[in-house]
């Protein structure tokens, strides 16, 4: 993987926390929805995956993204450990 660069600045982004563990969050939104369904189902995600990761910040603007990524999931919402990696979870995301 190429180091990500802060397009707004510039510059090259930094590691700011290597291996983090983060939590994909599930929306319903499919393509093509829009107006009120699309907002209303942006406010209903649930539970989908738990990643290792690294977390990448900009050093001028602070902006951070997320890279790096494992092979496979540490665990999937159906798996019988997911509510004890999810205590473990640094950040979530849609």
Known sequence: MHTPVCIK????????KAGAVVHELRTNVF???KGEKAKALLNSVTDYKIWHCDIYKCPVCGVEIIGGWGNKPISEHWEKDFQ????????EFC
Do not use: A, I
């Not at 600045?9 to 700011?16: E, S």
């Not at 004890?84 to 950040?91: A, G, I, Q």
């Open 9 to 16: 600045c510039c510059t090259t982004m930094r590691v700011h």
């Open 31 to 33: 393509k093509g929805t």
């Open 84 to 91: 004890f990696h999810k205590s473990n979870v640094e950040l």
